[in-house]
């Protein structure tokens, strides 16, 4: 029985012999620097795993425990940092409740509180990461005897936003000199905001007028290859010499954010309404549909996952798919 410092952590750190059923000691960050309050949790854990051992009283289990066994089980996760920023705003209602006490009215009121302000998918993706980690409390460690219903909203994949070719001049004419540059790049790629930002002439070929997104970077979690078209390469071209690592800078320092207050004047100055940066991906997707490329094309140049993904875009090239029925008229024309 122990409390202990470690070197990868602030905390204080907690470890008790094995009682019947366990194989090994348990080792817990006690979740504090102060070492009175460690010491009062050592003794808490102590005592509730006395009762357990000699009384046969179930451990009781709180949102912090879950959360710090998802993250440590979790570590190997792309998407890890998001877990970590999911957890912070759940623990704000959560904190400090034993998970027995998270019920369905609570998760209810939660997925309310969450919706405010942002699309059904958003809270999406924060319901699901708390039903997986009550799932697991139930089923892998035991934690819970059952777990409390979780319901996803509806999400429609009807909001496709993308600029006309006038509105595109317009809002170009509006820009700063970077953003105009990373917007372009953006339509003539169909790259996603942060692997624009975060591009690096590492990742650029420009005798061979190709990049790649390494699969810790891409979305889908899979290396993604981009040739490059000549409006992508005059951006690039542009650039060359600016800066030793990094694409797209601003006064020398790498761009980090592009939805700023200088984005948000030019949309207002152009005219332009209802449009989001990532929207610049949508205005890919939908121009390359109008200009006849098909599916599995357009999936593998925008690096969606699932053909289904593309499909969202088919509505907007009807003359396409016209030309491709008109193919059976000579065939046809017999039996006319």
């Not at 924060?126 to 005897?145: H, I, K, N, S, T």
């Not at 800066?243 to 797209?248: A, G, L, S």
Request: charged letters at 25%; hydrophobic letters at 40%; a positive charge.
């Amino acid at each position: 029985m122990s409390l202990y410092r470690r070197k990868d952590s602030p905390f204080w750190w907690v470890k008790l012999p094995a009682i019947e059923g366990e194989l090994k000691p348990v080792q817990l960050s006690s979740g504090t620097a102060n070492r009175r309050d460690a010491q009062r949790y050592h003794d808490k854990l102590l005592a509730d795993r006395w009762k357990q051992d000699k009384l046969g009283t179930k451990p009781r289990y709180t949102w912090e425990d879950a959360t710090e066994k998802w993250l440590q089980e979790s570590s190997h996760k792309r998407t890890l940092a998001m877990d970590v920023a999911i957890f912070a705003w759940f623990t704000r209602y959560l904190g400090g409740k034993e998970l027995s006490e998270i019920t369905r009215p609570m998760i209810d009121e939660l997925k309310a509180r969450r919706g405010k302000g942002v699309s059904a998918a958003t809270v999406n993706r924060y319901m699901a990461l708390l039903r997986a980690v009550l799932r697991r409390a139930c089923f892998d460690w035991e934690w819970l005897d059952r777990v409390p219903k979780i319901s996803m909203m509806r999400v429609t994949n009807e909001r496709i936003r993308s600029l006309s070719q006038a509105e595109y001049l317009r809002l170009l004419d509006q820009l700063p000199g970077h953003l105009r540059d990373m917007a372009v790049f953006s339509v003539a790629t169909g790259l996603r905001k942060s692997n624009v930002t975060r591009l690096q002439w590492s990742q650029v070929s420009l005798e061979r007028m190709h990049l790649w997104i390494p699969a810790d970077q891409h979305k889908n979690g899979k290396a993604h290859s981009v040739p490059l078209n000549c409006a992508a390469m005059e951006v690039l071209l542009r650039r060359s010499g600016d800066h030793p690592t990094h694409v797209f800078v601003y006064e020398g320092n790498p761009i980090g954010q592009v939805n700023t207050k200088a984005w948000r004047a030019a949309l207002e100055r152009a005219g332009i309404k209802n449009f989001r940066w990532h929207d610049l991906r949508h205005t890919f997707a939908t121009w390359h549909r109008e200009a006849g490329t098909p599916t599995h094309e357009l999936q593998m140049l925008g690096g969606w996952k699932s053909a289904s993904m593309v499909e969202r875009y088919a509505h907007v090239a009807p003359q396409g798919l016209q030309a491709a029925a008109s193919r059976l008229d000579n065939l046809m024309a017999v039996t006319r």
